[in-house]
């Protein structure tokens, strides 16, 4: 019986940078999911400015920490970096619903991607970026 995963040597240049890749999105959002549970008084400011009240906070690190756990267990990283992507998309919409700048959940959605693009031959496959 044949695995439908292929384990593909990987010189250290590119496993380190599939590492560093991956650590600071992730990084970044399980700090940002933690503080959102937290509350601190700064980060409640804001809220209020983007139009969501302190009790969504919760619910929005919930949300955050749970699609950043799915995307740190291998066998489940494509379909974290899915939810991780929905995440971010609606942190950007919301970011520009009020003028503010809305770069870091962008380049934060490409990181998750691009290290999952060197980590698993599976993706590379489908969107052949490199030759």
């Given at each position: 019986?044949q695995s439908?995963?292929q ?8 496993l380190?940078s ?7 999105p992730?990084l970044?959002?399980?700090a940002s ?12 400011k804001?809220?209020d ?8 906070a ?7 920490l ?6 740190l ?5 494509v379909?974290?970096?899915i939810?991780e992507?929905?995440?971010?998309g609606?942190a950007t919409?919301?970011h ?6 809305f770069?870091i959940p962008i ?8 290290g ?5 031959a599976?993706?590379?496959a489908?969107l052949?970026l490199?030759?």
């Open positions: 019986m439908d995963t384990t593909v040597p990987v010189s250290k240049k590119a380190w599939e590492h560093i890749l991956r650590a600071i992730v970044m959002l399980l999911g933690v503080m959102k549970l937290v509350k601190p008084s700064f980060l409640m804001l809220f400015r983007l139009g969501s009240g302190e009790s969504l919760v619910v929005i690190g919930i949300v955050e749970a699609c950043t756990v799915v995307f267990v291998p066998r489940n990283s379909l974290g970096a939810l992507t929905g995440y971010l609606g919409a919301t520009v619903r009020v003028s503010d700048p770069f380049v934060l959605g490409v990181l998750v991607w691009a999952l693009y060197l980590r698993d599976r993706l590379s489908h052949p490199r030759t």
